[in-house]
């Protein structure tokens, strides 16, 4: 069983940047995959960015160059930043992990989920 929770949403002007966390216990980080969602009002959760066990990392096609996925393990910790944000990057963040070591896009991949965090961007 991995235990996930986020942190670090908030309100911020277009153009700013924000740092989300999610720390995970129960389970052996090193050995999970470890991604983030979003989803925004009537709209389907979709794949943001994604790290593998030894660092490779994944991205959607809208928030490369913007958004930046790392670990670190001895924190049991993944963070997203995220710059240059926009009106269109609202939305319900969510962290996730599943128990291969690879990333996938797939929502289904993972089992694990923490309870989410609200990202506002003002125009």
């Known amino acids: 069983q991995v235990q996930v929770v986020e942190s670090g949403g908030g309100l911020v002007q277009a153009g700013g940047s924000l740092r989300l966390s999610c720390a995970t216990s129960g389970r052996t980080f090193r050995t999970i995959a470890m991604a983030w969602f979003r989803q925004a009002p009537d709209k389907e959760r979709e794949f943001v960015a994604g790290i593998s066990w030894n660092g490779n990392t994944m991205y959607a096609d809208l928030v490369k160059g913007r958004f930046t996925i790392s670990r670190e393990a001895v924190k049991n910790t993944v963070y997203l930043q995220m710059n240059s944000l926009k009106p269109e990057d609202t939305a319900v963040y969510y962290c996730?992990?599943?128990?291969?070591?690879?990333?996938?896009?797939?929502?289904?991949?993972?089992?694990?989920w923490g309870q989410g965090t609200q990202v506002t961007v003002s125009s």
């Open positions: 996730a992990a599943r128990d291969t070591i690879l990333v996938t896009t797939s929502i289904a991949g993972y089992k694990y």
